[in-house]
């Protein structure tokens, strides 16, 4: 059964700061991997989507990773701003003939100014 | 383009009563998945359909049923309401083939009173 674990649950940083959200998954058997946002009462928005072949991804200020024989995504945030404050979900993809998606609990982030 | 769109945004239902939540996804996206999320549980996969036929399901009871229409527009139906069935829930589509990006739609909330 594929888990998904995001560590850690919640994180407090200054503005500015460089930032890594982690996440592992027990089974190495993807098909991708996706990491999004979500504020407050709100849906998710998709960040980024690495392919299983695939070692990282960018968008903007955003870097996400996949290690995928050790289990592991990093997504790392550069200079942090006030307005990254939000909830960070990796999910996996977990089979071939649909899109149904494993979640982490999430990790909640606050930058202050 | 358009974005996914649920609606209603908002429910209030009680016990025993049943529910219908309906998801429009993106132009073209002919995968529609739905989500429940709790604060306990987290994101939990209910069931996918593509091209009118469920492909897969999560381990949810028969309360929970869901249609896709032809223009891919999806329907959610919740059966004899709980208390525990309160909660956001989530529509996504996607292409449908593997390796497809996830869009969510901005949910609805459900709460049973």
């Known amino acids: 059964k594929q888990e998904v674990t995001q560590i850690p649950a919640a994180l407090s940083v200054p503005e500015g700061e460089n930032l890594v959200l982690n996440c592992s998954f027990t089974d190495s058997a993807i098909y991708n991997l996706q990491w999004f946002r979500q504020d407050p009462g709100k849906g998710l928005t998709s960040l980024l989507l690495i392919q299983s072949s695939q070692r990282e991804q960018t968008s903007g200020r955003l870097n996400a990773s996949l290690d995928k024989s050790s289990g592991r995504s990093t997504l790392y945030i550069a200079a942090s701003q006030p307005g990254d404050s939000a909830t960070y979900l990796c999910?996996?993809?977990?089979?071939?003939?649909?899109?149904?998606?494993?979640f982490g609990k999430g990790t909640t982030l606050s930058v202050s100014s | 383009k358009a974005g996914v769109t649920q609606t209603p945004r908002y429910l209030i239902k009680t016990r025993g009563q049943q529910v219908t939540l309906s998801c429009s996804p993106i132009?073209?996206?002919?995968?529609v998945s739905w989500y429940q999320q709790t604060p306990g549980q987290g994101l939990q996969f209910l069931f996918e359909y593509f091209s009118e036929t469920q492909r897969n399901k999560g381990n949810f009871p028969g309360r929970f049923s869901g249609r896709q229409f032809s223009n891919s527009r999806s329907e959610m139906n919740v059966s004899t309401l709980e208390l525990g069935d309160s909660a956001l829930y989530l529509c996504?589509?996607?292409?449908?083939?593997?390796?497809?990006?996830?869009?969510f739609g901005q949910g609805t909330r459900l709460t049973v009173v």
């Open positions: 132009s073209g996206h002919r995968s």
């Open positions: 996504a589509s996607s292409l449908g083939g593997q390796g497809a990006e996830a869009f």
């Open positions: 999910a996996v993809r977990r089979s071939q003939a649909g899109t149904a998606l494993i």
